[in-house]
């Protein structure tokens, strides 16, 4: 679950933040002629700057670029299996002069909706014999603080964690320089209540991990069914601890049903 909301965060941001980013490394005369035609010339421009090998990003009604608020009506990415994750109305609320200091300021990063059949694939069609790669942040071209991440409703692919189900996301981000933050809040929105809550940092350079994880959950929830718990009991549990991930070592208390 803890890698799960970070690889929704970090979709999230690379998806509607990255495009700042990618306009603060390009002169504004490469698109100050045409920042008008918002589905024209910008929403190519954006895809491009996001699309790569074995991915494919389409933006429509897209507006607001060069403005302190930016919209668009949905959003696709695909790799070489097709779709894997839709976002509809999005928006970003974001303070164009910090771009000046190469920082992507943003007040509040949102979604009414996210569909996520599945998780990207590896874009490698060898026999899965790849080494282990350490654990790392995303390195970005600029600094990236979200004030707030909202999404309504994110539907999740069976593949995801073994079964259908429908999560609200809240929370805060930062990123710069190989070091995150980040804040998040999942509520379980289609089932039995569950709510599970991460307070976590990690850098690059010392590999050092601080970590909170909080997990409340009735019966029959998702992570009693993740993990094929006997019965599929209610569960409280938290995760606490801060050190090098070479020697990390955590506190652990969990109670089912009630029961420690």
Do not use: C
């Not at 954006?46 to 507006?63: P, T």
């Not at 790799?79 to 200091?101: C, F, P």
């Not at 809550?197 to 690059?204: E, H, I, P, Q």
Request: charged letters at 25%.
């Amino acid at each position: 679950m803890r890698d799960l909301a970070y690889r929704l965060v970090v979709a999230l941001t690379l998806v509607l933040a990255v495009p700042l980013a990618a306009l603060a490394q390009d002169s504004a005369a490469e698109i100050s002629q045409e920042v008008e035609d918002d589905r024209g010339f910008i929403t190519r421009f954006l895809e491009e700057k996001l699309s790569g090998a074995g991915r494919q990003v389409v933006i429509e009604g897209f507006r607001g670029a060069l403005s302190s608020r930016a919209t668009f009506d949905r959003m696709t990415i695909a790799d070489d299996d097709g779709i894997w994750i839709t976002l509809e109305n999005g928006a970003m609320q974001w303070t164009r002069s910090a771009l000046l200091a190469r920082r992507v300021e943003i007040d509040e990063l949102s979604a009414e909706r996210i569909i996520l059949p599945r998780l990207p694939g590896t874009g490698d069609s060898a026999a899965p014999q790849a080494e282990a790669r350490e654990f790392s942040l995303p390195q970005l071209p600029v600094g990236v603080n979200i004030d707030r991440i909202a999404v309504g409703r994110v539907e999740l692919g069976q593949p995801i964690i073994g079964q259908e189900a429908v999560i609200a996301i809240d929370g805060a981000m930062n990123l710069s320089g190989g070091e995150g933050e980040t804040k998040l809040t999942i509520n379980r929105v289609d089932g039995p209540r569950g709510e599970f809550v991460l307070d976590a940092g990690f850098s690059n350079e010392t590999r050092v991990l601080r970590l909170d994880l909080r997990l409340d959950e009735d019966r029959d929830g998702l992570f009693a069914n993740a993990v094929k718990l006997h019965d599929r009991p209610a569960v409280r549990a938290e995760i606490t601890g801060e050190g090098p991930m070479s020697d990390f070592t955590a506190d652990l208390q969990l109670a089912t049903d009630g029961q420690p």
